[in-house]
């Protein structure tokens, strides 16, 4: 519902309860209200505003409301299905989820302050956007217990806070009576840190998961480090820092792999794995019938790591791998090589947490920004009557190259588009390939 | 205004009416409310595999040769070279302990049948012998817990002796703690107790997958027998023995494919004819090893082991060879003086007829009944010996009582070994000091040995679970 008075000052709100029979039984989960309030003031067309000679319209405006997110797949109750069990000659009862009586809806109250305002006889106009989002009972999929059957699960693990600005902008550059060039431009940035966190584990090996980890007072997906010390010049394993800068040596006494890593302050936070903005910028010139639009995209903020070879374990040379994976340590010396990679482990009694030493060293982690023409198009109207008659109302000729050009921070190649982040190493895509596309439409 | 105002609270009434059709359970799902949605749960393969056969590696029976080209040793995963060389912290975080993973996996499934099929659709009797067969395998899944990651049963100390997390809901909130050694058996013993008089008379499907009353009774006796009470257990195993007591004579069986075949489909392990553990005639309740032939092709029986048996006794050449393949230098027995245990079956690592009657005559050679004893013995053997060597063990033969029970306990070892029995039985006798022994396994150049009662008898609790839990007492390593 809404309220507008005198033209300038404006009113709303909305509510709703939804009420849910996926989540327990215990009332206090099953009901969410959601609702806003929010108000705006036009000020340009206060009388005070009216000699503000290229300020065509100025609103501010500001909400705050509660909305709510569910998941359908799992609920109170047990989840099964049939399974016919040969050995046993019997249909089998196999249990797919187990019942979650404490699971409840994810809830955000937002609060938004925001400026629309057109300028230069509306050559320039935009919004700028200014939230805070705090998340409650976030659902996601959390390890657990595994004395209680289930290794994970989705419940209810905690909280966070977002914060960001949102701005887009709208310009009409040049407008002549042939040509015309606007341009739209967006940009948001986003701040998140989690705040609460009641679910999964926090053990050493959580804290090197490839899909990041979630700590409380770091954002979502934060991705913790070890300090690379180099190979150690006497059996190639890898050497790490820890939170003192001394030494550790992840060998034994003979010189075969070990993790030796026991504290969680010697791993550190090297960034999340989620963007932290994102810009659209799109250019559009026409030119009697000719027009032509570039749209470009830029992400970043972030961090990834690079899709390295894990070490070899145990001489199982059964599969292709990258061509960077001859490059590893035979002998004293080769410490010193460019990039060089730990030992194999022949003996295999290296752990998977050893493998994480070269995953999860900083060295192998970079930055995740990059910046792409999504597209550039190119489109002719023929005028309708070019062959002397009307044989069609509409013909539009198009020419379109997506994705012709990108440009990455990282030094090793990596398209953050054609990457694969796993639990324990990260793995290059198929490439996003440039095509070209042309085409024709005929309206008659 | 006004109007928009008394149109939002109309709809905030009209949507809390809709309560009702709130609390019928989703329709696209399969969520089980009749008897039959429950039973099938234990006819799941989930429920039908069972146990962790990797802990015969750390005991007396077993030998991993490492000398090349037959050796053994290089094909072992990392936790079977810890268990071998006595490291109880064989498995870390990120490698899933089975016995911990799949133990407590299963006990939600019997936790669901035992909480929840009284609730649902059906008739009240089978229900109450579904629940039987529920609670008996529950007890089972305990029996096994308890006995890997604790301390043995000395009722001096099972008071305070810290246990396994006693599970009896499926919540996976559910928060728990090490419950003692003593609270563990008295919760299997109670189990056992309240299902035995609804545990229908044999199985009530097509395989020996499910429980029936002889399995309660078998199961009972076992776990009194592990607590040192052998009156008890006599009792149980005449109970279970009066339902079901089938011995089934080996000499009718034979070699079916001699051994691995590299490469062929079809014929990846060493085969005999006997019968799958759902169908053999000994089982009373089956269940396979999640491997279910075991250790089989992966270790060879110890210089120990290779010296209780002969070639006359059909359990070894049935289940093992001189190598494979057969030419030197794959021959252990001419290398080694031991054979490799080599066949492939699924057979029965829960409760069999052979098991209640070595138990039986156990507690007869204990409390000094030893012509009973050696009448069971002789029954076994008969079934188990070729005719042509067979001979009726006399009371004459044995200068005392315990060389009878010497008998015993060896027979035991022979019939149950790499039945995933002998490290209960190993930590057992070690508290009886005519029997407390040493284990010495070589491995790498290195000789690691096992003293009688070593805390490395006992598995450290998976980390996995223990991280979730740190006001849980950990295992000590030393």
Known sequence: ???????????????????????????????????????????????????????????????????????????????????????????????????????RWEKTAVTNFGISFSIFDNKLSGTIDYYNKYTTDLLGTKELDPTNAFQSSLVNYGSMINRGIEVGLNSTNIRTRSFSWTTMFNISYNKNRMTEISAGSESLASFTDGFGCDRVGYPMGSLFNYRWAGLNPENGTPMVYNKNGEIIENCDASGNPQYNVTDKGDVFYAGTIHPKYTIGFNNTFTWKNLSATVVMIANGGNVMRDAVPMIHVNGYFDQNVTKTASNF???????????VMPAPDISGNGSASYGTLWTAADINTVKADYIKVRSISLAYDFPSNIFGREYFSKARLTFQIQNPLKWV???????????????????????????????LNITF | MKKSIIYFFAACLLLTACDDYLNIIPKDKFIPTTLEDYENMLNDIECCSFGDYFTDMMTDNVFIPEAAPSGLWTKQKLSSKKIYTFDNECYPESEIDQMWSQSYRRIFYYNSVINDIMGAKGDESRKKSVRAEALLFRAGEHLN??????????????GEDPGVPLVL???????????????????????????????????????????????????????????????????NANAALNKYSTLVDMNQYSVKIPGP??????????WTTIPDGQYHPES?????????????????ASAELSALFNNNDMRWTLYYAN????????????????????????????????????????????SNKLQEALDDINLLRRNRITPAAYSVLKLSDFPTGEDVLKSVLDERRRELAFTGMRHIDLKRLNLDPRFSKEVKHTAEGHEYVLPPNSPKYVRQIWPAASKFNPDWELNPTE
């Open chain 2, 284 to 300: 009373i309740v089956a269940r396979h090893f999640l491997r279910p032939f075991g250790l089989g092709m992966d270790v060879c």
């Open chain 2, 169 to 235: 809901v499926a919540d996976i909130n559910a928060k728990h703690r090490r419950s003692t050694v003593k609270e563990v058996y008295d919760q299997i013993i109670a189990d056992l107790t309240e299902a035995i008089p609804d545990l229908p008379e044999t199985s009530p499907a097509t395989t020996k997958f499910r429980g029936c009353k002889a399995g309660g009774y078998a199961l009972l006796s076992r776990a009194y027998l592990f607590m040192g009470e052998y009156g008890k257990a006599l009792e």
């Open chain 2, 323 to 366: 190598g494979w393949p057969p030419a030197p230098p794959y021959n252990y027995w001419n290398t080694y003086g031991v054979k490799i245990y080599l066949r492939g079956d699924y057979y029965n690592n829960f409760l069999s007829t052979p098991e209640v009657y070595l138990i039986r005559a156990e507690c007869n050679a204990r």
């Open chain 1, 329 to 339: 340590w035979r002998e004293p010396g080769d410490e010193n090589k460019k990039g």
């Open chain 2, 261 to 270: 075949f590299p490469y062929v489909p079809g014929a990846p392990l060493g």
């Open chain 1, 409 to 439: 921070a990282n030094d090793r190649g990596l398209d953050p588009e054609a990457y694969y982040a796993a639990s324990i190493s990260a793995e290059r895509t198929l490439p996003v390939t440039t095509s070209y596309i042309i085409g």
């Open chain 2, 145 to 158: 817990l308890v006995n890997l990651y604790a301390k043995h049963y000395n009722p001096e100390t099972a």
């Open chain 1, 1 to 103: 519902a809404g309220y507008t008075y005198d033209n300038k000052y404006t009113a709303t709100a909305s509510a709703r309860i939804d009420d849910s029979n996926l989540f327990g039984s215990d009332p206090k989960y099953r009901y969410l209200p959601m609702w806003s309030l929010g108000g705006s003031w036009n000020i340009s067309k206060e009388e005070f505003m009216a000699s503000a000679g290229c300020l065509d319209a100025l609103t501010i405006r500001a909400t705050y409301g509660i909305n709510g997110n569910v998941v359908r797949k799992v609920g109170p109750f047990l989840q099964a299905e049939a399974i016919y069990n040969p050995e046993a000659e019997e249909t089998g009862t196999r249990i797919l989820f187990p019942p979650n009586r404490s699971l």
